[in-house]
């Protein structure tokens, strides 16, 4: 970022620009809720569970009008804006939507572990008739034989939480280890047998390509080009070996399948950018402000 | 033009082009025919031939984050699936998770698919912590981590997980993945060392396409890459089994890809754009260097 | 002690999950490991909200810079986990609240218990018995005993305990003997639940056959007076019924319409809620029209508005005229008319063995199939040709003109209930008009109110039947259910936050294109001329640019060469680089495995 953009201090008249622009706005803004209803949410109730409605239904008379959602759009797309608004410059309004963002996740991620792991996987374990008589009513009663196994990531899980504490920092380095330990474990196997031996095993392809006793050119040349590739880029990282002469040459053109690799990975990328983008900017023109409907959801307007 | 001007552009600019170059196409609902590559019809046809009532693995490791890539296609697998008629078995290893499947059974199975029954043609297994451990558990030993589905209801009750002792049982792992853990992980811990046995197809992210790709087609039998893999499977699967005047549902992923050609116009003149402007410059020495 | 202890943690955690992957026999140990790991994981995550509490609590008591965003990030954080914790407006999970059925605690303990002089079956790997009767099943001095009723399910689980005909035909034994003598089918016991369960209401004659059926003592009869005043509550609510509303006689004396308002005694089961809501109501289902019925029907339409446009007019045309398939119904009657062998008990074969039978068949000669006969068959096509629309009055006539059985009866009435309603035909048909065309607001109250008055009438039915049960488990709900302010927190705060934030990247990227992509060599020149191609082949510009070019050429169009790039030089490059990380993996684990490697401990010794 350069000096000027970053600096807080705004110009009188940009003020006044920005000071314009946004009574506009807002004047527009007020006009698409008012008078057409943009933003508008509805709902359906039926046996006590609430279901998702459109527009259409509102019409038809199938589902009412839900304050709650409506009010959810608006400050969805008033925290998408925040946002946003960081492209133009770091300001208040970002630093607030980032502040709820860590809040709420935190907090998300652990309801869920809560409520998906930590009741049925672990106390429902141990305590089975306890959490089936009033969180899983689904859940047997009866003890498994091998309940006694979770007794160990119960200690080890509250060796893990005495983290928050100040005192004793080496207590929760036994269950840090286990989890270390593990993942170790895992990868280990994991990685050497999927991705190196797996991965030596698919290079290993005929040069010469004979299907129904035709020699097949094309598909030669492809294996041709594939193994000359996978060598020569693997060559490149060797590094006990001085890349001159021969080893040079060859892991030149390891390079350059590299750079080839790099570029598409990066033409990869460009593209799942930019759809992130699109859903984002489909929110706020078909949900919050109305201006598009390409799934024909608000019929009649 | 004073090439230094340019060269020290304000990058709002360049914000500001991008963010017309994504809406305009959106304002204007620009759309584009769809051709489908042979990866998209590998998985295509590896969904194609089940049969009714095979068991499939629907593994939706994505997010929110990742959605407006991926949110096409794994409603457009989900509706493959059930046009097929197989058993789905939802899971996710993303603590979001939960939230896509739950759209994908609103949006697709209720929807459209009112017949398929809860607990017989299809089932929400939820969130399990671990990520790839939790892989590593379930491809041997289902129940040793999902004792009840997402709905608090006991596994062993559930008529279509009964025979189900673990993931090698499944028929295909159908993969939705956004990051990790995702199809790098299926791969690794329930595909190759089962090789053989569980058959995979994953649509995955434009930043992990390409280092998946080493894994096709042995270890993975189709792969779909960011929104264009979304938009050609979409169309193969909305040419197959729609017809004329498909619901809207089903051509997200071809209506995104409206704004994303604009954009990659904008990137390539960017690229291009920059460039000039840095030969030019290199050509004359600016002045504050001598 | 405090280092060593970690690091042979450590080494064990990770060896027992190498070792377990070629060794089958101690392929559980090495899932117990990864069964923990998966339990730590979220407890990490509990970690993570606590580390942050702290943090933001600290920031806020030092006054920080910023500490007002902090206490913004504790303010939702606070919310968030309370609402989710708490399950704040979680409706109780359906599946496990029995609707129709009301509830009295009664523990095992209490229930009657039963005997046969028989044995377990002997079984070589010690399996014990079944979970869901390892409360309710003992054995001593040679008996057998089973306290409590014995459900379908636990008769299940029992059969699948042993193999021979023998222990079967016991386990249908103990079955039918732990049955209630006189409320069997009527009360049941949940013994998951410790519940005893009435459907309905539970009637004076039901009461003493109960006590009768149940230990007589005082603990009974308290049970059983609860079971009487919970269901006989009476619930009501004002509600107008659709015209054609009738109550069947049955019915009538827990059901009752007056004066605007609707009452029931006791809990509504889902299949009363559904007759309630359709079959009583009386919606007319939506039959093809003729020709001339449509045109009226579009007079009838125009009257109220514009004229319908070409495309309307067709739309309209299609959907009056979609036949729903009434020509099936003599197809249906005649499937249900073939009824399968019903499976012989175990009793049933043992009793054949005995006699000498050498090939057990399981299961009983199927009955000869009830089949319509030309009578019937022409009752059914007039009827569907006269448009009537009284299923009932078909029924008795079927039944008066041959055989017509009870699942033949049954199939009728779910092929007519499951026929789409008028109704819902004339909303369809609003909603297709309008795709193509405008209509005035008279014209939508014509083709919509039918529709919402059906749902009205729905959610109504609804609303008592939430009100008229007896919530059993009101914790058991989704803590994620829609609708409630957790869920409201995810759709409108995080979902929008977490979108938007990874949206932000495609505005980097593209500034990152303009600075810092430059063709300052080969090298370079390749990434760029990759990275063109690639994002040209990807959309339908690459297709357009170069479909000129002949087939045999194919691989020179951009989008196949875009192919051929990802299939074989970036496979080739990724999976050097795939190999490279593997290689790098394995050696960092085995450093961290044997101890090595010991950074991850820290380095201060406290």
Redesign the interface.
Known sequence: ??AE?ADPKSTRSERQVWAILGLLFAGWLIYRAVIIGAGSAY??????????ATY?DF????AVYSP??T???W???F??LC??S???RDNPFY????????????????????????I???V??IWPAWI?S?????????R??SWW??L??LV??GM??W??SPRG??IA????????????????????????I??????IVPVVVVTDSEFQF?ESV?NI??VI??LS??V??FFSVEHTGVVGQVSRI??????????????????????????????L?DDWLW??D???KR??L | MPMQGLQ?L???WI?LL?AIA??VP??F?LQFPESPSQLARDVFNEIEQLEEGDNVLMAWDYDP?????L?PMAIAFARHCCEKKVNMFFITLL??G?QMIEKAI?EVIQADFPDLVYGQDYVNL????GY??VI?VIVTDLKG?Y??D?????I??IPMCKPISSVQEMDLIVNVSGSYPGTK?W???A???H?GEIRMVAGC???Q???LY??IP??LKGLL????GAAEYEALVVSEYLGNDPD??YLEAK??MG??LV??LL?IGLIIAGNVIYFRQRRMPSPQQN | M?RT???L??????????IS?FLPAIQEWGE?????????????????????L?LHLKSISDQQA?WG??A??????????LL??LKVGS?P????EYYGETFVPFPVAMMPEFSVDEQLPERGDRE?VP??V??QLSVDNGKLNFRGWMSENQKEDLLKYGETLNWKRLVEELFDLTQPENVGGKVKYYA??EALAVSGVLTEELEQQLLDDLPDNEFSQQAVDKLIELTNVETSISVEPPEAFTIPDSESSRIQYADGELTIVGPMSIAL?DKIANLWAGFLPALPLTDAQIEEFQTELEERGPELNEEQVEVLDQILRTDPGLSALPLVINSAGIRPGTPKTAGELVEERDSGVLDLVPVHLAPDPVLLNSAQEETISSFIESGSVDITALVSELESLGPLIDEQKTAITGFWNGLEREATRK?NL??GL??VG??SRDQ?EFL??P??EM??W??AV?EL??AAHQV??P??GE?S???NP?W????????????????????Y?ASA?FRAFRAKN???T??????????LG?TYLGTAMTVWIPEQYS?LRIDQMTV????????????????????G??S???K??LGIDRS???S?E?
């Open positions: 970022m350069t953009i709902v359906a109730e039926v046996n006590g569970q609430y279901q998702s259409n019409l038809v008379g199938t709650a959602r009010v959810g759009i400050i969805a797309a925290l998408t946002i946003f960081f492209l133009y630093k607030f939507a980032e502040a709820v963002f860590v809040g709420v996740s935190a907090a998300y991620w652990m309801v869920i572990a809560f409520w998906t792991v930590v049925p996987n672990l429902g374990k089936q009033w969180a899983m009513p689904g859940l047997s009663p009866i498994d034989d196994m979770f160990i990531p080890l899980g893990l939480l983290r928050l920092a080496w380095r036994w269950p840090l280890a286990f989890i270390i330990g593990s993942t170790a474990g895992i990868r280990l196997v994991g990685f050497l047998q999927a991705d190196f797996s991965q030596i095993h698919n290079t094309w492809q080009l594939l590739s996978v880029a693997i490149y990282f390891g390079v350059w399948v590299l750079m080839v690799t790099f570029g598409a990975a990066f033409g990869y990328t460009v593209m799942g950018r930019i759809a992130l983008l699109a859903i984002r900017f489909e929110f023109f201006l598009i390409p799934a024909h019929l009649g | 020290n304000d990058r709002r914000f991008m994504v809406a959106i304002l609902g984050s990742t959605e407006g890539e949110g603590p979001v939960p609103t939820g969130y399990k912590s790839e451990g590593k981590l004792t009840t997402a709905r608090g209801t006991n062993d009750q992980e791969v690794q811990y595909v190759t060392p090789q992210t434009g930043v396409a390409p280092l080493p894994y042995g270890q890459g960011a929104i264009k809207q549902l209506r995104r704004p994303q954009a990659h990137m | 405090k202890v970690p690091l943690i450590t080494a064990i955690a990770g060896f027992v999950l190498i992957f117990g490991a990864a069964i923990w790991f998966d339990i730590l994981a979220a407890l990490a995550f509990i970690l993570g909200g606590g580390n942050l702290k910023g965003y902090s913004v990030t504790i303010v939702a954080f606070l919310g968030t986990l989710g914790l409706p999970t359906p599946n496990v014990p979970a869901s390892r409360r998951d639940h809620r909303k609003g909603i309008l795709k405008p209509l939508q919509f109110v529709a919402a749902y009205s729905d959610v609804g039947f939430i059993k488990y914790w058991s803590f259910a829609q609708g957790f409201w927190t995810y759709e409108y705060v995080l979902q929008p936050l977490m979108t938007t934030t990874f949206a932000l990247l495609a505005f990227v294109a080969l090298e370079a390749l990434l760029l001329g990759t990275a063109f191609i690639v994002l990807r691989a051929y790039i990802m299939k074989i030089f970036n496979t080739a490059g990724n999976r050097a680089i795939m190999i490279g990380i593997a290689l993996i394995a960092t684990s085995l961290v495995l991850y401990l820290g201060n406290d």
